[in-house]
């Protein structure tokens, strides 16, 4: 069979994955903290086994593409203000580190909460934690300094634990939480920035997504279209083999 079909397939495939991370990415466009995905593609060339061609023979290398890698794009959203002291976002680089039933987890969705038992959580129930630990909150008014300084009623109790995390390590989790990957040790951040009362949005640009969306079907449709082309192509050869003209 002509290689072009298998080439104008695994480009059909490989919208199909495109559209897959860009509907991904609009769906969270208001969620707090998301940081997008995105893919890159490379060209896959297959080898052919040249002991089959005869001598002179010239034939052509089979060209797939196939998805070179996943990535997280850890820029920066847009920052809102909200007045609510349990809203907290981090400006620039750096992670909140929260304890879950997995382990450390890391995320930018700042708006925390008070638990019934007095900890400072995310809505989920996972602890935010502090350079001693879990951050308990006794009755009184909670600031949360700009250098992470945790008070209460003016005095200090802790300093929320803020970590850089390079994207290229980052691992996606459940519930707006990061992993990392094996081996990588998250550092911790010198000088963070935190805003009280903000929280950061998602870094989705909901045109930008809805033009790459549009492109990525009208290319998905052009394979198929190309797909289409190559089997009635087949079929008619197949219909004609043997007809004396």
Excluded: C, H, W
């Amino acid at each position: 069979m002509d290689q072009g079909i298998y080439t104008a397939a695994s480009g059909a495939i490989a919208m199909e994955e495109r559209l897959s991370v860009i509907s991904n990415n609009l769906a969270n466009a208001n969620t707090v903290g998301f940081k997008k995905d995105g893919i890159a593609f490379e060209k896959f060339a297959r080898l052919l086994d040249t002991a089959s061609l005869y001598p002179g023979q010239y034939r052509n290398t089979p060209t797939d593409v196939v998805v070179g890698e996943y990535y997280i794009d850890d820029t920066e959203g847009s920052y809102q203000k909200t007045g609510n002291p349990f809203d907290v976002a981090i400006v620039g680089e750096g992670f909140f580190v929260v304890n879950t039933q997995d382990g450390p987890r890391y995320t930018r969705a700042g708006s925390f909460e008070l638990s019934p038992d007095g900890m400072l959580t995310t809505p989920q129930g996972d602890t935010v934690q502090g350079e001693g630990g879990d951050i308990a909150l006794e009755p009184g008014a909670m600031a949360i300094e700009a250098d992470g300084t945790v008070s209460l009623n003016g005095n200090s109790i802790d300093v929320l634990q803020v970590v850089n995390i390079p994207g290229e390590s980052l691992v996606r989790d459940k519930n707006g939480l990061f992993d990392v990957r094996d081996g990588y040790a998250p550092q911790a951040v010198e000088s963070p920035y935190i805003s009280q009362g903000s929280i950061e949005g998602s870094n989705v640009e909901p045109i930008k997504e809805m033009v790459g969306l549009i492109s990525t079907q009208r290319a998905y449709e052009s394979f198929q279209r190309v797909i289409k082309s190559f089997n009635e192509t087949y079929a008619l050869s197949i219909k004609n083999v043997g007809t004396v003209g």
